[in-house]
């Protein structure tokens, strides 16, 4: 059944925006110290089905997940994405995906440590203290409108620091939602408004999920 704001809560949004500066309004670059001098971002992964196609393996960590195989269209726009975001959030030199994808495998033989000792090399060969790489492990886009949606937007991804020193993954985290009316979920009430009070794109929701996963990357560079 199609998804509608009701009578109440469009007239909540009205209210809530009028008290505001403004709908959708553009986030603050944080300019947040970096955990390193220079960070190097690869390009998103595609999580690998599983033989008996009951989810789908981390290519980064060797980790199934539930999941599935995603286009290359999401993997493209959740790398497009990345630069800036981290730019958003974070100041120091950074490496682009597209200098990085030159230096990584085409199709790499084994999931986990060989795949994030490679990415690791390829932060080296540019220079980098650290890799910031991601995988996608779902991403399916709204269908319907801004006001109304057959189904919502839904991604999931992972994002991990790799150090190019040790080859180790030194800080992991994890974004996973579907998105979800104010009048169902009224914890989150706080994003609904920021990301605008409406139903978000898959490339919207994705956009808003790397800058709130990000913000949990500390200015430090972790422990191993």
């Given at each position: 059944?199609?998804?509608?704001?009701?009578?109440?809560?469009?007239?909540?949004?009205?209210?809530?925006?009028?008290?505001?500066?403004?709908?959708?309004?553009?986030?603050?670059?944080?300019?947040?110290?970096?955990?390193?001098?220079?960070?190097?971002?690869?390009?998103?992964?595609?999580?690998?089905?599983?033989?008996?196609?009951?989810?789908?393996?981390?290519?980064?960590?060797?980790?199934?997940?539930?999941?599935?195989?995603?286009?290359?269209?999401?993997?493209?726009?959740?790398?497009?994405?990345?630069?800036?975001?981290?730019?958003?959030?974070?100041?120091?030199?950074?490496?682009?995906?597209?200098?990085?994808?030159?230096?990584?495998?085409?199709?790499?033989?084994?999931?986990?440590?060989?795949?994030?000792?490679?990415?690791?090399?390829?932060?080296?060969?540019?220079?980098?203290?650290?890799?910031?790489?991601?995988?996608?492990?779902r991403y399916r886009d709204r269908q319907g409108t801004n006001l109304s949606v057959q189904s919502a937007a839904s991604v999931a991804f992972g994002l991990y620091l790799i150090d190019t020193r040790t080859n180790r993954i030194?800080?992991?985290?994890?974004?996973?939602?579907?998105?979800?009316?104010?009048?169902?979920?009224?914890?989150?009430?706080?994003?609904?408004?920021?990301?605008?009070?409406?139903?978000?794109?898959?490339?919207?929701?994705?956009?808003?999920?790397?800058?709130?996963?990000?913000?949990?990357?500390?200015?430090?560079?972790?422990?191993?």
């Open positions: 059944m199609t998804r509608r704001l009701r009578p109440w809560l469009a007239l909540l949004l009205v209210l809530v925006l009028v008290g505001c500066t403004g709908p959708a309004q553009q986030p603050t670059k944080l300019g947040r110290p970096c955990p390193v001098e220079t960070l190097a971002l690869a390009p998103f992964q595609a999580a690998k089905e599983t033989p008996d196609k009951q989810g789908v393996v981390c290519p980064v960590t060797g980790e199934l997940f539930l999941g599935e195989v995603v286009s290359d269209a999401a993997l493209a726009e959740l790398t497009a994405q990345l630069p800036l975001a981290v730019e958003d959030i974070f100041s120091c030199a950074i490496v682009p995906p597209n200098r990085l994808a030159g230096h990584l495998p085409v199709e790499p033989s084994r999931p986990g440590p060989q795949v994030s000792q490679a990415i690791a090399q390829a932060g080296r060969a540019a220079q980098a203290q650290a890799v910031l790489v991601g995988t996608v492990f030194v800080w992991r985290a994890m974004f996973d939602e579907t998105q979800r009316s104010l009048s169902e979920n009224l914890l989150k009430a706080g994003a609904f408004f920021e990301r605008g009070g409406r139903w978000l794109t898959g490339a919207e929701l994705a956009r808003a999920g790397l800058r709130e996963t990000l913000t949990r990357l500390p200015s430090q560079m972790p422990e191993e």
